[in-house]
């Protein structure tokens, strides 16, 4: 049934933001070039999948969590997509192929070693990685992966159809914020 809401959602999703997708990709290409940022992330059962997102730096960033980037390395544009979570729209396209669900515990990156390891020993990639949850809508980020881990598995524990709807209306309404740069 989830994956009925997740695929008619991001359809309509899609359809209704299809000018800010537009407008945001013109945005990037005149700063970036490239207005797309593509990332390998651990996903369900620990499979490697690419996650889509819009550009809010550079090319040349390193690959590292959104906390040890360097903060001058985000533009006034790419900091303005990512107080708005517009940075996150293009995962809709990661919901509609399987790799997401709307609700679920934020995707780590394969160097993110500690929260791989909390998730494995917590059975948090049981669970298909999503757009928001739990953890997001409570300010949590992946800085504290013991935290996080602990927010992930309350989440799946307590799942249900209305807890999925809730999470998404929750983050529609400004709930929560995008991860921190420090």
């Known amino acids: 049934m989830v994956r009925f809401f997740d695929i008619f959602i991001s359809l309509i999703g899609l359809a209704i933001l299809s000018p800010v997708f537009f407008i945001v990709t013109i945005i990037l290409f005149i700063e970036y070039r490239s207005p797309f940022f593509l990332q390998k992330r651990v996903g369900l059962n620990q499979k490697i999948f690419t996650i889509y997102k819009f550009r809010s730096m550079p090319l040349c960033t390193e690959d590292m969590p959104t906390h040890l980037i360097n903060p001058r390395n985000i533009s006034k544009i790419g900091r303005s997509i990512r107080a708005a979570k517009i940075d996150e729209l293009p995962q809709l396209f990661n919901?509609?192929?399987?790799?997401?669900?709307?609700?679920?515990?934020?995707?780590?990156?394969?160097?993110?070693?500690?929260?791989?390891?909390?998730?494995?020993?917590?059975?948090?990639?049981?669970?298909?990685?999503?757009?928001?949850?739990?953890?997001?809508?409570?300010?949590?980020?992946?800085?504290?992966?013991?935290?996080?881990?602990?927010?992930?598995?309350?989440?799946?524990?307590?799942?249900?159809?209305?807890?999925?709807?809730?999470?998404?209306?929750?983050?529609?309404?400004?709930?929560?914020?995008?991860?921190k740069i420090r």
Not at 158 to 172: D, Q, V
Request: aromatic share 10%; with cysteine; glycine share 8%.
């Open 95 to 179: 919901v509609l192929i399987g790799d997401m669900s709307l609700v679920g515990p934020r995707p780590c990156l394969l160097n993110q070693k500690d929260l791989i390891k909390e998730r494995s020993l917590s059975a948090i990639f049981t669970f298909k990685p999503g757009i928001t949850g739990l953890a997001q809508i409570n300010n949590i980020d992946m800085l504290d992966p013991t935290l996080l881990t602990e927010f992930d598995r309350k989440m799946i524990d307590e799942f249900s159809l209305k807890k999925y709807f809730y999470y998404i209306i929750m983050t529609i309404f400004g709930k929560g914020v995008s991860d």
